[in-house]
């Protein structure tokens, strides 16, 4: 992780007096929480006081202070903007070894620095979490699609107005997936149509995810609610996964996967995109319908959703396409420890495809050989991602493993 460096151990901050742990303060709207924590403690001290954070990753067994140094995404970033838009104060150890509280309005160069910043400004020792009011249940659809225009014209209304708090999508690219979810789906029984359709579309379906909450208050209304919604969308006719699960349970689907029984000889060469809405069409022609069908992968998870520009501070330092929509995609694969080279040229495939397309696509959770890609990366931001480093960390000892100011 760091040739000749050091790797800091963030949980002992929790077993120490210094560390924050998770302290709520529900009359005020927040939690003060250490960069240590993992979100799923995070999700369990709040809702003790019937209170949560409002915007969430897929998976929840991440640290506070790695997701912020991200973004951290999933389906009600659209809504309420990525993690990075949820922090009010954080408290951060700077390169020169400064302890700084930092927010909006008080050192604002650091708070906006560190929130995307890929630990390259300080580490974060604290962050203050806005919350809001948990539901207890949600109602969650999957909803399948055959026309990839019809998809993200629902995607994109989905996304437009408030009515969902959770807005998501998928590549179907296995004749077996939709069978994967009737064990806790309730699933229509024209299942054959759905195979038909996907032998016709080049083996590809795509689906949109859909939630909405609800508490014993709302309980009465949600059906109607959700009805309502649903009348508004041209998914195929017939094809809605549905179930009603607690909202823990929702939050937590993908469960702990640091866990000994799965197998440790996996590797994971992911990449994730953010793609300009006005591309998505070429998009999916080039990669979606071509390279992707040409490559017969039995595990692969592929995210596909839109999220709204306007939700994200530019003075941040994640990197976004310049459009008031943008696409995430999450080719989330998973190979044998060996394998992960024909991934890799895969990833390389498409990335080539939007190079030579003209495709202004920005990776997230970032990935480069070279500093001249991550000054094409940064584009406009260069400047001060440059000014911010030499302000916080000018030995440049912090993260040099993203390879942005030292070649490791
Ligand atoms: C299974 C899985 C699912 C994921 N799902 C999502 C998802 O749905 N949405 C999403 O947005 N992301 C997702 N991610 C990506 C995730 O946001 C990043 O990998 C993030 O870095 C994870 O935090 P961590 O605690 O594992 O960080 P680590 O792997 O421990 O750290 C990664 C890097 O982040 C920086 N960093 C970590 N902690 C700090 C800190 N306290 N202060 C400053 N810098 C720090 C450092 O540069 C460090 O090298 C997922 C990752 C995994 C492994």
């Not at 024209?190 to 195979?195: E, F, H, I, K």
């Not at 996964?241 to 060469?269: C, I, M, Q, W, Y």
Request: net charge negative; proline share 4%; aromatic share 12%.
């Amino acid at each position: 992780m760091t040739r000749g460096g050091v790797v800091v151990e963030m949980t002992s901050l929790g077993n120490s007096q210094n560390g924050s742990g998770i302290s709520v303060c529900s009359d005020q709207g927040y939690a003060d929480v250490g960069g240590d924590q993992l979100w799923v403690d995070v999700l369990r001290a709040t809702l003790e006081q019937g209170l949560a954070p409002v915007s969430w990753t897929d998976y929840l067994y991440l640290s506070v202070g790695g997701t912020l140094s991200n973004a951290g995404i999933s389906g009600q970033a659209f809504l309420h903007g990525p993690q990075i838009n949820n922090v009010l104060e954080l408290d951060v150890i700077t390169g020169k070894g400064e302890f700084v509280t930092c927010s909006k309005n008080e050192n604002p160069e650091l708070f906006f620095g560190v929130l995307g910043g890929l630990g390259q400004f300080g580490i974060i020792t604290r962050a203050r979490i806005v919350l809001d009011k948990a539901p207890t249940r949600v109602k969650w659809v999957r909803l399948l699609y055959s026309d990839f225009g019809t998809l993200t014209k629902d995607q994109e209304h989905l996304i437009s107005i408030e009515a969902p708090n959770y807005v998501e999508g998928f590549l179907v690219t296995n004749e077996n997936t939709t069978n994967d979810w009737r064990s806790s789906f309730s699933s229509p029984s024209n299942q054959s149509d759905v195979v038909s359709s996907f032998k016709k579309n080049n083996g590809l379906l795509y689906a949109i995810e859909l939630v909405k909450y609800y508490d014993n208050q709302t309980a009465q209304t949600i059906d109607q609610e959700f009805e309502k919604l649903l009348k508004e969308l041209n998914f195929i006719p017939g094809f809605i996964f549905s179930t009603d699960v607690a909202f823990f349970d929702f939050l937590n689907r993908v469960g702990n996967l640091d866990n000994e029984k799965l197998p440790l000889t996996e590797s994971h060469p992911w990449l994730n995109l953010f793609i300009p809405r006005s591309r998505i069409s070429d998009f999916n022609s080039g990669v979606f319908t071509t390279i992707i069908p040409e490559f017969n992968e039995p595990f692969g998870l592929f995210i596909f959703y839109p999220l709204n520009r306007n939700k994200w501070d530019d003075r941040m330092s994640a990197v976004i396409p310049d459009e008031d929509v943008f696409y995430t995609l999450a080719l989330l694969h998973t190979s044998g420890a060996n394998e992960y080279q024909t991934i890799d040229k895969f990833n390389g495939q498409i990335l080539e495809f939007c190079e030579k397309a003209g495709i202004e696509v920005k990776q997230y959770l970032p990935n480069y050989q070279s500093k001249q890609d991550w000054i094409k990366h940064y584009g406009s931001k260069w400047n001060i991602i440059q000014k911010r480093k030499a302000m916080f960390d000018p030995k440049m000892i912090l993260s040099p493993g993203q390879r942005i100011f030292n070649s490791v």
